[in-house]
């Protein structure tokens, strides 16, 4: 990977299994320049915290939202409510589920609840990666954003420039067996 493509509009895909093992990808897009610089202090106390602990991208990447969380009501002066920050992060990420015509979109926030396709343990899962890709995006530079998607990707997680739709139509869908040309021998019926 050419660490000189690398930049922070490129997006995050995860890919979970449903209980009935239907496989469907979480498709996200780290939040805008705006975005982050009304909450940089947040971003880098995050990143820099996690690191100062000296942990691995592996274990960020499994806690950065809750690390976030904490940060956060622990200068609720300073940060104010994260929640805004987070609905702007859920809003960037899609659901695409396998549908009757191919890959269905569905927004991020429907499934929050943890009921139906995504469990309260996908959910937060969905959430730590979320908010350690977003932060580490907008926190590392451009080399060190191509080791880590490179780390990211060695994890299973795809690094990705196309949106969720392009996305979507670039997956693999299911579809019926065609017909060979070979033509099918009729039954014989007893007489």
């Not at 420039?161 to 996305?167: G, I, K, R």
Request: aromatic share 12%; net charge negative.
């Amino acid at each position: 990977m050419a660490t000189a493509s690398i930049d922070k509009r490129l997006n995050i895909v995860l890919d979970l299994f449903r209980a009935d093992g239907t496989r469907i990808y979480i498709h996200s897009t780290p939040v805008s320049r705006l975005v982050f610089e009304a909450n940089y202090t947040i971003f880098a106390k995050t990143i820099s915290s996690m690191y100062a602990d000296n942990w691995s991208p592996v274990v960020c990447s499994r806690n950065a939202w809750l690390r976030m969380r904490e940060i956060a009501a622990a200068d609720t002066q300073r940060f104010g409510d994260p929640d805004a920050l987070f609905q702007e992060i859920w809003r960037l990420t899609t659901v695409l589920q396998p549908g009757r015509g191919g890959w269905e979109q569905y927004p991020f926030v429907d499934f929050l609840d943890g009921k139906g396709v995504l469990s309260e343990d996908d959910v937060a899962e969905v959430k730590n990666y979320l908010c350690f890709f977003t932060a580490a995006s907008w926190f590392h530079s451009q080399k060190e954003r191509g080791d880590l998607y490179e780390t990211l990707t060695n994890m299973g997680v795809e690094i990705t420039s196309l949106q969720p739709m392009a996305y979507g139509a670039s997956l693999q869908t299911s579809k019926p067996e065609e017909n060979t040309g070979e033509k099918e021998t009729p039954f014989s019926t007893p007489s």
